[in-house]
């Protein structure tokens, strides 16, 4: 969504943008600094009680009735359930965007069924979605895009590799979201020792952290340490946590590697490509929207370590191949993945809301 506030910002003036956020943070900062008006949201934290659901109603009505404005869009499914739960007491329409494949109650999905448009992140959203009883002439797909200038190809410096310790042979393969069990990372891990065994010098990066204090999540990162472990490969992992500097550090990697159980539509699978990077990917949700396989990358069934490491394993003795996905992923996140598509698809469904009021 930033993304697209970026770019409408400069092409369509029309548009005027209020947020409803929390007053601080790193969101705040980055609406700020977009000039973005920021309407403090209500939140809880571990001083005070997790608002219930007539607080955050009650809020909600009282932001819009400070803000005025044209049209209220939700930025998620939680927040787009709660436009839909007050949309029949505000006098402006409401959207929402759906990015998310995920179980929902019957009553949750009526509330989605209010708002005036949906939004998906991809064909596999909205199907999913849909089978569970969304309204289907509410729903439309706007993929996500990318910054092609600030996610592009370029030449390895080897900075990473010094940063890790590694010897310029090291052959980096990284998975980049949120550590937790939709994001796989337990199964690259029972991949790592036939990757290891036909590719000595691989070596398993894991960008991102687990925001989840939940006990099952918290077993479950330690678990992929364990297994590195008892494997005898715990230094060839490597534990990057949350970096900033994500546009650089793709283009010092060989391989992006996303073995993710589920998968709406990923944007680190936008931002390799639109870096010239390969990527395996399991088959999931909407990966197939981005990643073409045998030709941007590799698809694999999900929760299989063997087809991923023989996949990983088949790229990286190939390397005629790896140039040629290189240049057609690059090519492909130019012709259908540029952030101008997606920011006018949006700016488009919310005009038809502004017209159909």
């Excluded at 505000?90 to 005036?116: C, K, Q």
């Excluded at 790592?192 to 070596?203: F, G, N, S, T, Y």
């Excluded at 936008?270 to 990527?279: F, K």
């Amino acid at each position: 969504m930033l993304a697209c506030l970026d770019w409408l910002q400069q092409h369509e003036p029309s548009l005027e943008f209020v947020a409803f956020a929390p007053e601080v943070g790193p969101l705040a900062e980055e609406l700020t600094q977009r000039k973005i008006e920021v309407l403090p949201w209500l939140v809880g934290s571990d001083l005070t009680p997790r608002p219930t659901r007539e607080q955050l109603e009650s809020h909600l009505l009282e932001l819009v009735r400070r803000a005025s404005p044209n049209l209220l869009h939700a930025n998620s499914l939680a927040m787009g359930r709660l436009t839909g739960s007050v949309a029949n007491r505000l006098a402006v329409p409401t959207s929402s965007h759906l990015r998310d494949i995920i179980h929902i109650s019957a009553s949750a999905m009526a509330d989605l069924n209010r708002n005036r448009r949906l939004i998906a992140v991809s064909h596999a959203t909205r199907d999913a979605h849909l089978a569970r009883g969304m309204e289907p002439d509410r729903v439309v797909v706007v993929r996500n895009g990318i910054d092609l200038g600030q996610f592009q190809p370029r030449p390895r410096q080897g900075w990473l590799r010094q940063e890790l310790g590694l010897p310029d042979s090291a052959v980096l393969l990284a998975t980049i979201g949120q550590i937790g069990l939709r994001k796989g990372q337990d199964v690259l891990a029972e991949a790592a020792p036939e990757i290891v065994r036909a590719i000595p010098d691989a070596h398993f990066l894991i960008l991102g952290t687990r925001s989840s204090t939940k006990a099952e999540s918290i077993e479950f990162e330690q678990a992929i340490h364990r297994r590195f472990a008892e494997y005898g490969l715990t230094s060839h992992l490597h534990g990057l946590g949350s970096r900033d500097d994500v546009a650089t550090l793709l283009t010092e990697l060989d391989l992006v590697v996303h073995p993710a159980n589920q998968e709406p539509y990923g944007r680190v699978l936008l931002e390799a490509a639109a870096s010239g990077v390969p990527v395996v990917a399991t088959d999931v949700g909407g990966t197939a929207e981005i990643v073409i396989d045998g030709v941007t990358g590799r698809l694999v069934p999900p929760r299989d370590p063997k087809a991923l490491a023989t996949a990983v394993i088949g790229l990286l003795q190939d390397q005629k191949l790896m140039q040629s996905m290189r240049i057609a992923a690059r090519e492909r996140a130019v012709s259908e993945f540029e952030i101008s598509r997606s920011a006018r698809r949006l700016a488009a469904e919310w005009k038809r809301v502004f017209a159909s009021d």
